[in-house]
């Protein structure tokens, strides 16, 4: 069974989908993912599906369980690169990826990551500000 | 079927790629545009997974059609499985027996021109599909 390969680049994990996937190989890039974001602590995921000619159900719910379990491990993922008669099709298939983070290529796509992390830091930081008991504005 | 028309029997995983494959080549063949061979690519991998997943698997058999004024591609899929009991729950959007999206059948028929679905249960499915260049 072939097998997409699973580029690090700095905090970046970075996938291009290169062939025609079976579905089972769909099922092992979930896999070889979790693994390689919770060996590499990286959080971001980039996977660019510029080569791919079709995104059927299948290769669409594996995206979509991908950005969900990289969101459990605490990473974000953005799928890049989307051909036109690709989203054309999926969204007539019915399937409008709710969830997934979309970017038109790999390098809007890190820009995308980088600023998600800085709002999520900031997220972070209001949390811990309302933990402390600091009497922010609040409506409740 | 005419005799430009061939077959692949779908068994495996691998069988749905060759059939997408297939699909690709006879629609570039026949100038679908670009978008209608897509759509038409991702019909057929939708509905030849449904033939090994539901099915138990069965064939796919796609050929060129002429209708005098337009060419298209014309897709039959055929198994023996346990074929459907109720057409509109399979027909509708999110419904699925199998742990899918449920967007197989409603999404497939969605992307071509013409589809049409003969199934009995106990004895199987045959849905045949029409995508013709506009």
Redesign the interface.
Known sequence: MERVPVLKIGDILLVSIQIDMEDQVALQLQEDLADRIVATGCHGVIIDISALDIVDSFVGRTLATIAAISKVLDAETVVVGMRPAVAITLVELGLSLPGIRTALNVELGMELLARVRVDHFDDDDEEDAGATGTPAASDS | MSEQGQRIEVAT??D??RV??LV?TLAVAVKLS??D???L??AA??LA?NTLVYGGGGSVEVAPVDNGRRKGIRIVFSDQGPGIADLDLAFT?GYTSGG??G??L???R??VDEFDIVTAVGEGTTITVTKWCR
């Open positions: 995983d691998q749905v790629v997408r494959q690709r670009l978008v061979q897509t759509k690519v991702t991998s939708e997974r959007d899918g999206l967007l197989g409603s999404g497939a969605r992307l």
